[in-house]
T-cell receptor
Framework: GAVVSQHPSWVICKSGTSVKIECRSL??????MFWYRQFPKQSLMLMAT?????????EQGVEKDKFLINHASLTLSTLTVTSAHPEDSSFYIC??????????FGSGTQLSVL | AQTVTQSQPEMSVQEAETVTLSCTYDTSESDYYLFWYKQPPSRQMILVIRQEAYKQQNATENRFSVNFQKAAKSFSLKISDSQLGDAAMYFCAFQWGGSNYKLTFGKGTLLTVNP
């Protein structure tokens, strides 16, 4: 199947700093990318949907100024956690599709904010 | 809004036995997709099986099969001849094209396989 590369796999940062997570589709053009957040022993919660070349659509309760999403090309979407705080510590997962029902997941990024 | 409910937080099965994981969902849509995903300790999401709502025939993938009851909005996963490698968190998920194909997940069922 198609490959979605996500990195870094894990990142530790100090409170107040910003962290960028990349999600790349390696062998297909991803017209749509999704960003999920997962707390320990919980389900995946959709944060936002990004379509190439347009602004991301955020789910209710997700701060768009804190979680900046850029989908500048058909193979790359980035999630930047700005001014990170300990409560932002979580597992972040991206998934990508070529505008159909077939979604491919990245391997996830564990963010720890000290 | 669509919702997905997994009523079994945890399940266990003996190796080589069969186990069924339950999932119900709520939607007013008629054309949609349903999925079961497996998330092992590595946390990589792995697609187990996929069902198109317009198909009456239940999907099967080797030892994995589903019982799709559209009228009852039920979508259970049966794992036959359970193996130690099947131990993982299993998520049921709903998807339809009108929402940009985003996935809505249930809360998950943690499956333990006992040797």
């Amino acid at each position: 199947g198609a490959v979605v590369s996500q990195h870094p796999s894990w990142v530790i940062c100090k409170s107040g700093t910003s962290v960028k997570i990349e999600c790349r589709s390696l062998d297909f053009q991803a017209t749509t990318m999704f960003w999920y957040r997962q707390f320990p022993k919980q389900s995946l919660m959709l944060m936002a949907t990004s379509n190439e070349g347009s602004k991301a659509t955020y789910e209710q309760g997700v701060e768009k100024d804190k979680f900046l999403i850029n989908h500048a090309s058909l193979t790359l979407s980035t999630l930047t956690v700005t001014s990170a705080h300990p409560e932002d510590s979580s597992f972040y997962i991206c998934s990508a599709s070529a505008h159909n029902e077939k979604l491919f997941f990245g391997s996830g990024t564990q963010l720890s904010v000290l | 809004a669509q919702t997905v409910t997994q009523s079994q937080p945890e399940m266990s099965v003996q190796e080589a036995e069969t186990v069924t994981l339950s999932c119900t969902y709520d939607t007013s849509e008629s054309d949609y997709y349903l999925f079961w995903y497996k998330q092992p300790p590595s946390r990589q999401m792995i697609l187990v099986i996929r069902q198109e709502a317009y198909k009456q025939q239940n999907a099967t993938e080797n030892r994995f099969s589903v019982n799709f009851q559209k009228a009852a909005k039920s979508f259970s996963l049966k794992i036959s001849d359970s193996q130690l490698g099947d131990a993982a968190m299993y998520f049921c998920a709903f998807q339809w094209g009108g929402s940009n194909y985003k996935l809505t997940f249930g809360k998950g069922t943690l499956l333990t396989v006992n040797p």
